[in-house]
């Protein structure tokens, strides 16, 4: 049987998987998906406490509900300014934005 602790490891493997592309990449856009695979585990683990700790509660639900809308606008906005600094500087490696003027 699948219990808490098999879901919770597939969360820190998503978190670590996120970290390391967080902090290896140097795209922009990839540092994105990175931070946005850091949401989904932090929602796995919340759903996954809320689950077996207290099985007659939504406040794990409630709580992913909120990331999710965060990370929603987190996405817009930084796609945004994406787009805007390619529109600037022609790239979006992190490496070739070293000053604040086009």
Request: with cysteine.
């Amino acid at each position: 049987m699948i219990g808490l602790y098999h879901y919770l490891m597939l969360s820190l493997i998503l978190f670590c998987i996120g970290l390391a592309g967080l902090l290896i990449r140097r795209s922009v856009i990839s540092m994105l998906i990175s931070i946005e695979i850091l949401f989904n585990a932090v929602n796995l683990a919340a759903v996954s406490f809320n689950r077996f700790l207290y099985p007659n509660s939504v406040t794990g639900q409630i709580f992913v509900v909120f990331i999710i809308t965060v990370a929603a606008a987190e996405a817009a906005v930084a796609l945004a300014l994406v787009m805007a600094v390619y529109k600037n500087f022609k790239t979006v490696e992190v490496s070739g934005l070293t000053t604040l003027k086009g």
